[in-house]
């Protein structure tokens, strides 16, 4: 009984591999590996399409990917819990979902300038949605995601570190404020009739982060405050000419 599943379970494995999985060959260091079908180049990952050195200047694209991990994007890591593989990792997944399609084809479009290997996609997805227990009927998302353990867990680690790095600011801003960013308008309370532009930012992160950005946003000259959530901190953005000088940037 128990090698008739195993071979049942070999014969799947085969399956599997016929479908999705082709032999490539390195063009670079020669190494014969197995890979996705879909894979768009021959180089090997390990060895030949490193993760970029990141103690020198971080790329305009990888710094925009790092913005938007830091805010809607997610990197799901998961473990085994139990058995032989217990401790090593199950799944990894990097995936950012919204409702705007233009903002998850330029963070596709980043991935695959950065890291040519990566095998990202951005799909459409329909389905009920419960927020506050009050449910939306076919709720649509777009899902730009890609599964890669040694991406997911370089990227993981950059997030942690990208304030002690060299990078992009501008386009670091860009990637955080296109994820977490809201523009609002306010009664000004000294003139009830005129309306106040502010920029936010309100995330659920410690505050040294936000004086982090508060740091970038002084650097291109725009003024900002950090007041406390009860959940959370938010950074705003007021006065006209720093608003000014956050659309120019
Ligand atoms: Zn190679």
Redesign the pocket.
Same mark, same amino acid.
């Given at each position: 009984m128990l090698i008739k599943k195993s071979k049942r379970e070999r014969k799947a494995k085969v399956n599997f591999m016929k479908k999705y999985l082709k032999k490539f060959k &390195?063009s670079? &260091?020669?190494?014969i590996f197995i890979a996705s079908k879909y894979r768009k180049t021959n180089? &090997?990952k390990q060895? &030949?399409m490193p993760f970029p050195d990141v103690s020198k200047e971080i790329s305009k694209e990888l710094s925009y990917i790092i913005g938007v991990l830091l805010g809607d994007g997610n990197i799901c890591i998961t473990y085994f819990k139990k058995g032989n593989y217990k401790g090593k990792i199950r799944s990894s997944k990097i995936q950012l979902e919204t409702i705007d399609y233009e903002f998850n084809k330029f963070f596709e479009e980043c991935f695959k300038k950065e890291f040519i290997y990566a095998n990202i996609k951005t799909i459409k997805l329909i389905r009920d949605k419960t927020v506050n227990k009050k449910i939306y009927k076919n709720h649509q998302t777009y899902q730009t995601y890609l599964n890669s353990k040694s991406l997911a867990l370089n990227l993981k680690k950059l997030k942690e570190e990208i304030f002690s790095k060299k990078f992009n600011k501008s386009y670091f801003l860009q990637g955080l404020y296109d994820s977490e960013g809201s523009v609002k308008f306010t009664k000004d309370k000294r003139y009830p009739n005129s309306f106040r532009n502010s920029i936010n930012l309100m995330m659920y992160k410690p505050l040294p982060f936000f004086e982090n950005i508060k740091n970038i946003l002084n650097k291109f000259k725009i003024k900002s405050y950090i007041q406390k959530l009860e959940k959370g901190y938010r950074i705003s953005i007021y006065d006209k000419q720093s608003i000014q000088n956050y659309k120019e940037k």
């Open positions: &390195c670079r &260091c020669g190494k180089l &090997c060895f &030949c």
